[in-house]
């Protein structure tokens, strides 16, 4: 079965960044229309944040940028347009390209032209997908390290198709990689040997924090205010791994084939 005929119905988790746009929009348009009056705090939150992304803070409207509060942005937005239909136009008409552009990233971690290289599994068809989450680093490190966890659950399914072996479509990653490990003989309970063990061994706990890591800072799951924000070297360092684990994998998946021909 190729990675192509997989889970192809499954609906993308919504877009984080979407929703705070989207927050900040409409709770912008609610006070320059005559509601809105307890949401001081949310804007001044909402502002923060998409102000510190680089995704998101070239294209919030200037508005957003020099009014620090939204007694601020009152008394910008009074003045401008004294109908509340024009202010409402106004502020659509303003957030509309930030909007079309978050909306158009990915909303799940691998894109369509992602799924369609790693259906031709090789080391080749892995180091490109490894190079994309790479290349997410630095402008969207919440979305690399979501992106290299499924990297790696991806290659472990289609394997697992290769290879026959059922498993349950929401197990977690831990669990796909342990059924993985084991069809390819990579487990460190099938080894005697103590450095091999030690290295399998390795490898696993490897998997299980790059899960943790997605849970803990990925963007496949809102987050509270509170919530650690991952740096771009967090995301090298997730994406680094999940990299040379699937070429790990590949290339033991890939031995075993040549040898059984």
């Known amino acids: 079965m190729g990675l192509a005929s997989v889970r192809p119905g499954l609906v993308p988790a919504p877009d984080p960044l979407v929703a705070k746009v989207e927050s900040l929009q409409n709770l912008l348009v609610s006070f320059a229309t005559g509601g809105g009056s307890n949401q001081y705090g949310d804007y001044e939150e909402l502002r923060r944040e998409l102000l510190s992304s680089p995704i998101t803070s070239p294209g919030l409207p200037r508005f957003v940028h020099t009014c620090r509060d939204v007694s601020q942005f009152w008394q910008f937005i009074k003045y401008k347009y004294r109908t509340y239909a ?27 032209s992602d799924q369609q290289v790693l259906s031709r599994l090789s080391p080749e068809s892995v180091q490109t997908v490894w190079q994309r989450a790479l290349d997410r680093r630095i402008s969207d490190p919440e979305g690399a390290i979501t992106a290299a966890r499924s990297l790696l659950e991806t290659v472990c399914k289609h394997i697992l198709d290769d290879l026959s ?45 790059l899960a943790a890591l997605r849970n803990r800072l990925g963007d496949a799951h809102g987050g509270g205010r509170a919530r650690i924000r991952p ?5 090298q360092l997730a994406v680094n ?13 890939e031995a075993r084939k040549n040898a059984s021909t």
Not at 86 to 93: A, K, L, N, P, S
Not at 231 to 235: I, L, N, Q, V
Not at 248 to 253: D, G, P, Q, R
Request: proline letters at 7%; charged letters at 20%; glycine letters at 6%.
């Open 241 to 253: 791994l999940a990299g040379a684990m699937t070429s790990f994998l590949v290339a033991t998946w």
């Open 165 to 209: 072996v059922t498993y349950d479509e929401s197990g977690d990653l831990p669990k796909l990689y342990r059924l993985t490990s084991e069809a390819l003989n990579i487990a460190p309970s099938q080894h005697t040997e103590q450095v091999f063990k030690q290295i399998l061994g390795g490898c696993t706990s490897v998997v299980e924090g």
């Open 86 to 112: 024009e202010r409402r136009e106004y502020i659509w008409d303003e957030f509309r390209p930030l909007l079309e552009l978050v909306e158009a990233r990915a909303t799940t971690p691998l894109q369509p």
């Open 231 to 235: 740096a771009p070297r967090h995301a």
